[in-house]
């Protein structure tokens, strides 16, 4: 069975950092597409990043210039720097990857960011 655990939420101050990872097992993982997703109380899940497997980036235009993903193929783990953040940040932040197979799309279970002061 295919999991995506993500880690790294938490509480944090405007203007501060963090750093989330996801640590896929079970999937091809330099095959995938990965991505961060988020969702936050009232609104539609919405893309923040991804990375491709050849390692081509793409960001959501709210979070360029603050978040870096990144992707670790040996640990099979990709990555979200997140900075100067913003209470706009706050939601749950989900972890995704998917592969280049019919129905090869996964999801993790979720990590709560919270920005505030």
């Known amino acids: 069975q295919v999991q995506l655990v993500e880690s790294g939420g938490g509480l944090v101050q405007p203007g501060g950092s963090l750093r989330l990872s996801c640590k896929a097992s079970?999937?091809?993982?330099?095959?995938?597409?990965m991505a961060w997703y988020r969702q936050a109380p009232g609104n539609q899940r919405e893309l923040v990043a991804s990375?491709?497997?050849?390692?081509?980036?793409n960001y959501a235009n709210s979070v360029k210039g603050r978040f870096t993903i990144s992707r670790d193929n040996a640990e099979n783990a990709v990555y979200l720097q997140m900075n100067s953040l913003k209470p706009e940040d706050t939601a749950v932040y989900y972890c995704?990857?998917?592969?280049?197979?019919?129905?090869?799309?996964?999801w993790g279970q979720g990590a709560q960011v919270t920005v505030s002061s």
């Open positions: 995704n990857a998917v592969g280049p197979w019919a129905a090869s799309n996964y």
């Open positions: 079970r999937i091809t993982f330099s095959r995938y597409t």
């Open positions: 990375i491709a497997d050849g390692g081509r980036t």
